[in-house]
């Protein structure tokens, strides 16, 4: 097993990442995005990884541009009730624990006032974004929901924790396929839009990124989540659930997932990157903390060994690519966005992309860390 993190390289796979990004991209301070968020996650988890300050700076660098000296966030607007907005807003807590500055704290305060006023279905449940009533989507929980518990441990508002865990179990009480323990991309409240199924308001199909985003956001929960919350126990069996059904998708021969989970090698489908990288993530991290069993480890290890094998090139500058990643998915506001398989298969492969590039940095340091390294 352990073959697999050496390679080609004098650097462990995390920082090889790390550092090819910060080449290919030096300047992400354009917009406050959910990509970039993810990726800044991925550096400050490396950071912490190394203590080397180029990936801290390059992340307060970034974030900075779209601050003003009041935590003023550029372009954001809490009326967009958007979920995506919140997830940059996580490295605010180191920045404002290591400098002090108050700027980090209210931009951080903004954020959470979001959710005082964010649209909820009938059950309580966060909508994705304004624009999309009475939905909940995979994706929402990890773009808010880490964001939200941490926000409750570091400023003492446990009242949150109660919250964070109703959202988790709306997601496994309507978008979880009874059958395969796997869940739908999107459920919608009123089981109006054109992609939900009638009766359980469920959009048509396992799409991997989508349960990758879900699957790392059970195990970041989990960092805040006080020992003794009543809620632990049940995020834990929900995460576990999920393994397991993903146990019996992964791919026989690379380990790794299809885009469209259930349906394999069915045509158009393909071996996803993201998926892949948020799925070892979750799983290696689920192993490290002791929520998931050592059985899991060999699971792990062979998508993490497939990853690399397959999708992964190191160029003769050293810098690492990762191929196979799905550009974008969504459901609604266009025809074609219907959460069919079909659907899926039409959006565009790319190399390089960030949500691919931050899953596996993330990847990357949970399996160092679970080998011992």
């Known amino acids: 097993m352990a073959e697999i993190f050496k390679g080609q390289l004098e650097k462990p796979w995390s920082m090889k990442m790390a550092d090819s990004l910060m080449k290919l991209r030096p300047d992400l301070s354009d917009k406050w995005s959910h990509e970039y968020g993810a990726v800044f996650k991925g550096l400050e988890n490396v950071w912490l990884k190394t203590k080397d300050g180029k990936y801290l700076e390059y992340i307060k660098r970034n974030l900075d541009a779209n601050l003003d000296a009041q935590g003023n966030i550029r372009g954001y607007k ?133 349960t990758g985003w879900f699957a790392m956001a059970l195990v970041d929960i989990l960092d805040f989540l006080p020992e003794n919350h009543g809620g632990r126990g049940k995020i834990i069996e929900i995460l576990n659930g999920l393994v397991k059904a993903l146990s019996k998708v992964q791919d026989d021969e690379s380990g790794l997932w299809y885009l469209v989970l259930e349906q394999g090698k069915r045509t158009g489908n393909y071996l996803e990157a993201s998926a892949a990288g948020m799925f070892i993530y979750a799983i290696a991290k689920g192993i490290r903390k002791g929520y998931l069993s050592e059985s899991f480890r060999e699971m792990v290890y062979k998508a993490y060994g497939g990853l690399i094998k397959g999708l992964i090139e190191v160029g003769p500058d050293g810098t690492v690519n990762i191929k196979g990643t799905c550009l974008t998915a969504g459901l609604g506001d266009r025809p074609n966005r219907d959460g069919s398989f079909e659907y899926y298969i039409s959006e565009p492969i790319v190399v390089n992309d960030l949500k691919g590039i931050a899953a596996f940095i993330l990847a990357s340091v949970e399996m160092e860390d679970l080998n011992g390294r």
């Not at 974004?129 to 929980?141: E, R, S, T, Y």
């Not at 926000?151 to 109660?162: C, G, L, R, V």
């Not at 009123?190 to 939900?196: N, P």
């Open 78 to 210: 809490v009326e967009d009730y958007c979920l995506d907005h919140i997830n940059s807003g996580k490295l605010l807590f180191r920045l404002y624990a290591i400098s002090g500055d108050e700027k980090y704290r209210k931009a951080a305060q903004q954020l959470r006032e979001q959710f005082h006023g964010h649209p909820r279905t009938s059950e309580g449940g966060f909508w994705h974004k304004q624009c999309f009533p009475d939905q909940m989507w995979l994706d929402g929980a990890y773009m808010g929901l880490p964001f939200y518990a941490e926000y409750a441990k570091t400023f003492n508002e446990p009242e949150i924790f109660d919250d964070v865990v109703k959202q988790v179990t709306l997601f496994a009480n309507h978008s979880r396929d009874r059958e395969t323990g796997l869940y739908y991309h999107g459920w919608d409240a009123k089981k109006e839009q054109m992609w939900a199924d009638p009766k359980s308001g469920c959009s048509p199909s396992f799409w991997g990124r989508a």
